[in-house]
DNA sequence: CGCAATAATATACAATTGTATTTACATGTG
DNA sequence: CACATGTAAATACAATTGTATATTATTGCG
């Protein structure tokens, strides 16, 4: 059942023959540019990516095997990306105040430069093949484990205690992804409101564990 | 740019003609039957659906005006569906117990009675026109608004105070609707422990808002 | 240069799509 | 019983799709 896959990237550099006139990366940015707010990435056809690519439809398949490899290769790019900035951004604020407000605002900002990347992300989630929902997941998992760590962080330097630092994170990976994708088609007022929401959100979750820690029971 | 839309559904009903052979609501079944895990409403074709509802492509058109109408119908119908199953869900439960935990086990009960429905959902808010999205946005906000009166009841109930609770019912309701869609994809095992990562994390953002409410300030 | 290898294009084809037009059917009203 | 009317099906058509096959262009090596 295995197919051959034959990986290309690894070839030997100085064979004959032809230069490749467009890279793989030019035809994923193709694709990218023909994702408006209505469609998925696994909506678009073949034709269509080549067309906006300039490429005849048969020159797809010297770089994917169809569309939905390509997809993929789109998330992984997209998870890429999107962890880069975030990663950058929290350095740039390491050594300023810290806490919980900045560190979501921060998050939220890196979210709203790629919201292109975060559609794409959170699109292929909820449609599409199991492939890319794998593919999705280990993304949401590493920002969880960023989160984790970040979490972890704040604990060591104030010194407070979380109840379950592994569902905090879980939580507000999830919770901040959903409103951000929702962020998407809003005005830049509202956006700072959901914004301020989400922090609000993110605190009620931090506070709760924080108290759950302590009380290390149930809310009755 | 008004285009005529003319209305069906109050019409003289003892006119001449012909019965019906089929109704909108077998029509949104056969496209309901046709959503595996791998596809949204909107990718299904006319032609696909008027196949697998057994009719001619173009009888189609004397229900809906295309495929993205009846979309639509099938968000509506999948809202009310989930809300009355669970409000049906939360009154068979009313003079019991009551609290938190229990609220949230009913709640992702129902959502996995109607995995289909939250399946539509979930799909067609992150895709699809604008329309599409007003619809589920609706939808969510009358979720929001119910669990807004629980919680209220609950405050009643216990005497305890919660911080914001507009902003708990929308993160909760985000958060187990955002879960109770990867659910679909689970053993029954997992599910179980889903479900029980969720109702702590339920209980995280409801314990923070309470601790928020008589604090009143940040947990820095 | 010329030859081999590889990339890109050209052409073609069968499927499928949405829909316009036409035809057949069923049913309530006179 | 007709006849009008609304419904469904048949047929047709141009567009678009993915892909198979054949052809052309470009590059590096001897």
Redesign the interface.
């Known amino acids: 059942m295995r197919r051959p896959r034959k990986k290309k990237q690894d070839e030997d550099p100085d064979k004959p023959g032809r230069k490749p006139a467009i890279s793989e990366q030019e035809l994923m940015q193709a694709a990218v540019r023909l994702l408006d707010s ?3 990435v696994s ?1 678009l056809s073949l034709r269509e990516i080549a067309r906006e690519a300039g490429i005849a439809p048969n020159t797809f398949y010297r770089h994917f095997r169809d569309v939905d490899e390509l997809a993929v290769a789109l998330i992984d790019q997209a998870g890429r990306g999107l962890r880069g900035t975030i990663r950058e951004a929290r350095k740039r604020l390491e050594s300023g105040r810290g ?3 900045s560190s979501v605002e921060v998050f939220m900002e890196a979210l709203d430069d790629e919201q292109k990347y975060l ?1 794409i992300l ?2 292929e ?5 199991e492939a890319f ?1 794998e593919a999705v997941d280990r993304e949401l998992n590493y920002f969880e484990e960023e989160l984790n760590d970040e979490l972890g962080r704040i604990v060591e330097a ?1 010194g ?1 205690k979380i ?2 630092p592994r ?2 994170a ?2 507000i990976t ?2 901040v992804f ?2 951000g ?1 929702s962020a998407a ?1 809003l005005t830049p007022e509202q956006r700072g409101a959901l914004t301020e ?1 989400t922090v ?2 993110v ?10 820690a302590t009380t290390a029971g ?3």
Chains 1, 2 share one sequence.
């Open positions: 209505h469609r998925s909506s806490g919980v407000r559609q959170l699109r989630m909820s449609i599409g093949s929902r104030t407070q109840y379950e569902l905090v879980k939580a999830r919770l959903t409103l994708a088609r929401e609000i959100m605190r009620m979750i931090i506070f709760g564990a924080n108290a759950m149930k809310p009755r």
